[in-house]
């Protein structure tokens, strides 16, 4: 990807112009442009569809502290109570300062939402969960409650799902869509920005191209049959990114767009880009045919190829959210999820990315959940019982990979072993250390919770095919890593720590909150939090 180079910006014959243009209508994006327009800044929003981006198939879930949510659900949170978790979860991915100042502002930014249109809610979940049922918006959506974390944190639910039936992302977007409505934000849709427009070694503008109004829904469908939403969607999800290039590269025509101030970069990241995801994570990317991308067909890693063609640099590309759901069904959480070798490796009960990433780097990618014969038939009952939005999105795959992942019934722990390939000595050795540990009240050998410890015994077992080759246990992935940014002001970074004039990302196009290790909500936070720092900076470089 190769940048314009322009005398003066001036002297090129622009097709739209504004104070800050935003490329990239997700959470982030929007966050940018609202914040930019409250800023006194003329904004337009690009967007390669017709917006939303991932945030729209999401959750809808931010990650905050000391809220009047909270508050009404009987919890008191603080910045320095809240800062204690994050500094384990986000480490050194962004500074300790960064990491303060959004504890501090995130009850700030979700009273922000609320003034333009998004829902939440107090009526609080508190059991161990992947994501709320109907009825349900604030939760424990991280490691909060797992006792490796308890021990240096208080447990504190801090995940707030957008109120609204089904996913929250949905209602989410929708709420600020209107917004950008009301407040007067110019969107330009099913544009892709191809290109970055430079003067002096100052971004001025980019170019894109821009398909005619008649293509809209052709192109739209294509976007929405690579929904992150259906399971087993990566080979479909595939053949549409072609079809859709092709589409725009027959019908599309040449824009360029001034940005007085400042463009902002927040397209996603590059979970739909294999020769990107090749070289930065070639051991992930072994599994990347039979892996489902859990973002929206945008991140195709366009923005922070943009950002690197006008001396960019990048942080954090290796780092995979590689999601690994046991449950629902809940039941599943008291067996033991064992490697080839019949070890245990990770608490069952983790956060789906923490399990999934050590997963990934187990010998051959190669993992079995082992549970109990009663277990297992109660997991089919709660898969076929939980409600239809939870039954959708997460008991079809189980029972999917029940049923055509290799699933294996064993009358014992030896006959377990020689179907799944299994070594018999690790795997007697763990069942037999996990019992006895039940028995004598030790701690779980992996920091289980103590409420989902229950004895195997001695069989009949199933053993559930978790390997990442497995198609059907649905490993769902996305890409955490992007353009390094001036933690003050979001402006993009050379490798030498010098900010490129004009140039600002923000969401999951840059180094942020997110990029050490995902928990729920935080991405969301993220986009808030780094659209808006970006576009205050922005907005004021239009009147500089």
């Known amino acids: 990807m190769t940048p314009i180079t322009v005398d003066k910006a ?15 209508f997700g959470g982030a994006g929007a966050s940018a442009a609202l914040q930019a327009r409250e800023s006194g800044a003329d904004v337009l929003l690009i967007d390669r569809f017709g917006g939303g981006g991932t945030t729209a198939y999401s959750g809808g879930v931010i990650y905050a502290g000391g809220t009047r949510f909270q508050r009404e659900a009987g919890f008191e949170d603080s910045a320095e109570k809240m800062l204690a978790y994050l500094e384990i979860e986000v480490g050194d991915a962004v500074r300790p300062e960064t990491l303060r100042r959004f504890c501090e502002g995130s009850a700030a930014d979700v009273d922000w939402l609320i003034g333009h249109g998004v829902r939440y809610s107090g009526d609080a979940y508190l059991d161990k969960i992947t994501y709320p049922p109907e009825g349900k918006y604030l939760y424990y959506s991280g490691n909060e409650k797992s006792p490796e974390f308890a021990e240096k944190a208080e447990p504190i639910p801090r995940g707030h799902r957008a109120v609204g039936p089904g996913f929250g992302g949905a209602h989410y977007i929708a709420a600020l869509r209107e917004a950008l409505g009301r407040e007067g934000v110019g969107v330009m849709a099913h544009t892709r920005v191809q290109a970055l427009v430079v003067s002096g070694g100052r971004v001025v503008g980019v170019e894109a191209i821009s398909l005619p109004p008649e293509k809209y829904a052709e192109h739209q469908a294509l976007c929405a049959s690579a929904s992150p939403y259906v399971p087993h969607n990566h080979g479909k999800a595939a053949r549409a990114y072609k079809a859709m290039a092709a589409l725009e590269a027959q019908f599309g ?9 400042g463009v902002i970069l927040s397209t996603g990241g590059f979970a739909f880009s294999q020769d990107m995801m090749a070289k930065h994570d070639p051991n992930f990317a072994r599994f990347y045919d039979v892996s489902h991308r ?24 290796d ?11 809940e039941a599943l959480l008291e067996g033991i999820l064992v490697n080839k070798a019949g070890e245990r490796f990770v608490p069952e009960d983790a956060y789906v990315s923490l399990i999934g990433g050590k997963l990934a780097r187990q010998p051959d990618g190669k993992a079995w959940l082992v549970v109990s014969a009663r277990e297992f038939r109660k997991s089919i009952v709660e898969s076929l019982t939980c409600g239809w939005q939870r039954f959708k999105y997460f008991g079809v795959p189980m029972l999917i990979n029940y049923v055509l992942g290799g699933t294996r019934r064993g009358g014992d722990a030896a006959a377990l072993a020689r179907k799944t390939g299994m070594d018999l000595a690790g795997l007697t050795a763990t069942i037999a250390a996990h019992d006895a540990d039940i028995a004598a009240g030790r701690p779980d050998a992996v920091g289980k919770t103590e409420v989902l410890r229950t004895p195997l015994g001695q069989g009949p077992y199933y053993a559930v095919n978790m390997s990442m080759d497995n198609r059907h246990a649905l490993t769902k992935f996305m890409t955490l890593g992007g353009l390094k940014v001036d933690e003050d002001t979001g402006a993009v970074l050379r490798e030498d720590g010098a900010a490129i004039g004009g140039l600002y990302a923000a969401g999951m196009t840059a180094v942020g909150l997110h990029s050490n290790g995902y928990i729920s909500g935080l991405s969301l936070a993220d986009g808030v939090f780094s659209g808006r720092r970006a576009a205050r900076a922005a907005a004021k470089a239009v009147a500089a």
């Open 10 to 24: 001036e002297d090129v014959d622009w097709d739209a112009e504004a104070d800050v243009v935003v490329v990239g």
């Open 253 to 261: 025509r040449k824009v360029r767009v001034r940005a007085r101030g």
């Open 294 to 317: 859990l973002s929206a067909m945008g991140s195709d890693g366009s923005g922070i190829a943009m950002g690197v063609s006008v001396g960019g640099a990048t942080g954090w590309m």
């Open 319 to 329: 780092s995979i959210y590689i999601a690994r759901n046991i449950s629902p069904p």
